[in-house]
């Protein structure tokens, strides 16, 4: 029933509480009745039972320590881009003087969240500025993957089956170079390989870099090795279905080393390179899968 009540209705509670939020206490303590309410029936305590031990049971926060999360959340994602229209959105000297002296007016988003920061004790936070990687809408890459093992399972189908295949994949992809990545993620250790012409490149990456981000390493360091080979036709293969995931479903919040592949991408096909990009089963004895997956 908890689950049920945050989808249904603490998310109509949430939406837009960024701008109703500057509303005054009188106006706003009218939606606690509708929280409090909710969290009795989920936890079915009795009508006596304070309200504070409701938001422990359910654990729950109170809607205004709820409205101020949020709001500092979007503050902190408004000072993360460049470009965003409320970034400079501040009240002038005599405004604030005005404020100052009439407490009840409204300030401007930006100057209330900077007096919620004070109020934290986090007046020395930096915000990291996301690089806006975008693209043109009428240059926005159109990144497709092939998957020739879409059909088998590797729960039900034997390894020599994949290998069958990926060999028949081979022979009507001869004229491609074959390349292959994969990543590695261990406690104490985060690392990517690439094999290309039977050679094999290792990458060591931080520890907190994600099995995701090895991944996408990965194809970022094969794309900069095609970059600086002769032939014109390669094949990338990869068993990270999340990257090719997210490479086909380009927006402009996914990850910065998604962005730079796809970047690399457009500028290698603009040259007249073909390059196909394709999903490989792992560790079901395809000789080129576990060479990336040893380099890695």
């Known amino acids: 029933m908890l689950r049920v009540y945050q989808a249904i209705v603490l998310s109509r509670i949430d939406y837009g509480c960024v701008v109703y939020g500057s509303a005054c206490n009188s106006t706003l303590k009218k939606l606690d009745p509708v929280h409090h309410m909710a969290l009795r029936i989920c936890s079915g305590a009795f009508r006596t039972s304070p309200v504070q031990s409701l938001y422990v049971n359910c654990n729950q926060l109170p809607l205004d320590l709820r409205r101020r999360k949020l709001s500092l959340a979007y503050y902190s994602k408004i000072l993360s881009v460049p470009s965003h229209p409320l970034l400079n959105v501040y009240m002038s000297t005599s405004m604030k003087r005005l404020n100052d002296s009439r407490p009840s007016n409204i300030r401007p988003f930006m100057d209330r969240m900077n007096i919620h920061i ?162 490989l089963p792992s560790h079901l004895g395809i000789i080129g899968n576990e060479q990336a997956d040893s380099a890695a």
């Open 118 to 279: 004070s109020e934290l004790d986090l007046p020395n936070v930096r915000i990291q500025q996301r690089n806006l990687f975008l693209f043109q809408p009428w240059n926005t890459p159109r990144f497709h993957y092939i998957n020739p093992f879409a059909t088998y399972s590797k729960s039900t189908v034997a390894p020599v089956v994949f290998q069958r295949v990926f060999a028949y994949h081979r022979s009507q992809y001869s004229r491609y170079s074959a390349i292959y990545t994969d990543g590695s993620k261990r406690a104490d250790y985060v690392g990517c390989g690439v094999v290309i012409e039977d050679i094999m490149h290792g990458y060591r990456l931080d520890t907190s870099c994600s099995i995701f981000t090895a991944e996408a390493v990965a194809i970022y360091r094969a794309l900069q090795l095609i970059d600086s080979n002769m032939p014109r036709k390669y094949c990338i293969y990869t068993d990270s279905m999340s990257v090719l995931g997210a490479l086909e479903n380009y927006n402009d919040r996914c990850h910065p080393v998604v962005c730079t592949i796809l970047d690399i991408t457009s500028r290698l096909y603009s040259k007249g390179l073909d390059i196909v990009f394709c999903w």
